[in-house]
């Protein structure tokens, strides 16, 4: 996850929330901004983990399907690859 303690960009330390801040809709600054920056990023960071997951799987599906078919195209009276010849 990102970090809440820096600017996601430039990693500079953001001020202390719990410091002084001028009143009114001034004082809040920037501040909001880098909050909603990192609540998109962690929620685009998740679709990303989801996406790879769901790639993965296919794949996986895929090299499946790949292998069936070598062994079908092989025959049954073809020595596989991976055995050792004697």
């Known amino acids: 996850m990102s ?9 500079l330390p953001l001020r202390d929330a719990s410091a002084a801040a001028p009143s ?4 809040h600054g920037v501040e909001p901004l ?3 920056v990192r ?3 962690q929620i685009a960071e998740g679709r990303a983990s989801d996406d ?3 790639r993965i799987a296919d794949l996986q599906r895929q090299v499946a399907e790949l292998r069936a078919t070598v062994a079908r195209l092989r025959g049954p009276g073809v020595i596989p690859a991976s055995r050792p010849a004697r």
């Open 34 to 36: 880098y909050h909603e």
């Open 52 to 54: 790879d997951a769901r």
């Open 24 to 27: 009114g809709a001034a004082g």
């Open 3 to 11: 970090d809440t303690s820096c600017c996601p960009y430039c990693g």
């Open 39 to 41: 609540r998109i990023r």
